[in-house]
């Protein structure tokens, strides 16, 4: 801290001191509010009577002898600086509200009218020391001047091309003494370009040009926008929403300045509803500045439209339209959604057709964007959207023969046909019989069946009761061995062995000449043949006697005669 500053803050301290205990002095003002050392200064308040001393700013005192109780007349000391001016009473000091204004030789503008204009706009400037002016200038560019007829007063005249910027007056003296304002001239402003030329609300636009200081508005065709002055040739706006298509214009004190071009606001779209939905569906469409619209599109096919306001509009979904962006075209730009509208999902084909659980299938269709979810006869897969026309998707563990099921944000698609897993036979029953029994075949993924095999002896009369499970008639040439199911998806086999009976006839010669033959009641779908010479095999006939039974077997008696007779059962 220096002397002065120290000073200062002592005094001041003593001036608060003063006020808290009661004392009446105060400064109302001095005038003039400036002047140069030893230039006179007249200091109006009230209890002045026994004031000893005036301090300047700078702590430099003055000793005086008020007028008048109201009034003292003061000398600015040498040394004083540009501050408040503190009177002093005994051990009470006062303080101005107002700062003196320390001056030089140097001319002093105080004040200039008008503090706007343009080119040739004539400016009065008051204040000292104009005497001997050489030269003035608007913000650095030379001006023409009367030479001043009075130390106070001085006459400029704005030049070709002035900008916004301070005055300055220069005296020659040795050396040149230059002052130059606090406050501008304001000059006209005047808009050169803007960029971009087009945008949305919310578009940050940079506008260039003269004299922006002090700018108060910006609009877009008549709507006001925030902005930024940047400097005194460049402001930043921003568009606002509901801006329309129009001039852009600036008002700064200099004027208003209006764009030669017009900003182009390009059409936005907000929103639209529903979302989803098929061809013929009522689409509304929420956006800005959509007069004037020209064509809209969904996913890039054009669509009939009604109802155009400038934020509003409804389109028809058309007949071919596929899952994707609207957009809409107007006379300014065009406007694309930043979501879809979403179509149903439809498949046209899948491949391979079947397969084991982690195959990848390939799904084509249309509508596959955003899908969210694939499924093997309802069981979920893992999957790929590769475009809107194409899916990949994984068998899942746990998956059967059925449908392929995708749904996506317009609905759910299934495939028309299967897709099939090789089937897999887990048991049968009974585990063993002779051709003609039934036999019941569990399982997997049966739908469709194409063969059964008994041991590589194949039959179609089988009935497929569900995907797990199917019956099956032993076939006649049936043997012992696993049983096998085919399907689209291939063929599953047995672990375990259907075994085939053995039908064994037992033959008693009665003492009447009669015989008795049985069988066992396994052994359905027989009839009894007899033969009298096996050298002979069309003599095979059959034994009319309806089988009872006895002993849990089938039997039938039948006469004999001498001659040698075989028997035989045939299916």
Known sequence: MNFHSRIFGIVFLISLLGVNRGFSQSISGFTPAFGETNSAVQISGSGFTGVTNVIFYNGKSVRVVPTADTQINVIVPFGATTGPIMVKKGTTIVTS???????????????????????????????????????????GVNAAFTPPTTDTQLKITAPAGVTTGPISITRSNLPALTFTTSS?????????????????????????????????????????????????????????????????????????????????????????????????TNVTIIGGNLIGTTAVTFNGVPTTFSGVTSNQLTAVVPPTATSGPISVTTTNGTATSATNFFLPPSISSFSPTNGGAGTNVTINGV???????????????????????????????????????????????????????????????????????????TGTNFTNATLVQFNGAGTTNFTVIDNSQLTVVVPTNATTGPISVTTPGGTGVSAAN?????????????????????????????????????????????????????????????????????YRLKK
């Open 97 to 139: 509200v107002d700062s003196f204004t320390v001056i030089g030789k140097e001319p002093y503008v105080t004040d200039f009218s008008p503090i706007n204009g343009s080119a040739g706009t004539l400016v009065t400037l008051n204040g000292v020391h104009f005497t001997g002016t050489s030269s003035a200038r608007f913000n």
């Open 367 to 441: 509508n596959f964007t955003n899908a969210t979810s694939v499924t093997f006869n309802g069981v979920s897969a893992s999957f790929t959207v590769v475009n809107n026309n194409l899916i990949t998707a994984i068998v899942p563990a746990g998956a059967t023969s059925g449908q392929i099921t995708v749904t996506a944000p317009g609905g759910v698609a299934s495939t028309s046909g299967n897709f099939y897993l090789q089937p897999i036979v887990s048991g049968f029953n009974p585990a063993s019989g002779i051709a003609g029994n039934i036999i019941t075949v």
């Open 498 to 566: 259907f075994v085939i009976d053995t039908v064994a006839l037992s033959i008693k010669l009665l003492t009447n000449n009669a015989v008795i033959i049985s069988w066992p009641v396994s052994a359905t779908g027989f009839s009894l043949e007899k033969n009298t010479n096996l050298n002979f095999p069309t003599n095979w006939v059959a034994v009319t006697n309806t089988p009872v039974v006895l002993n849990g077997k089938s039997t039938v008696t039948n006469a004999t005669t001498n001659a040698a007779a075989f």
């Open 184 to 280: 501008n001239f304001f000059a006209s402003p005047v808009i050169t370009s803007f960029s971009p030329s087009s945008g949305r609300g919310g578009t940050n636009v940079i506008i260039t040009g003269q004299n922006f200081l002090g700018t108060t508005f910006v609009k877009f065709n008549s709507l006001a926008a925030t902005f930024t002055v940047d400097s005194n040739t460049q402001i930043t706006a921003t568009l606002p929403p509901n801006a329309t298509t129009g001039l852009l214009n600036i008002s700064a004190p200099g004027g208003q300045s209006f764009s030669s071009s017009n900003f182009v606001v390009l059409p936005s779209i907000l929103s639209f509803s529903p979302y989803f939905g098929k061809p013929g």
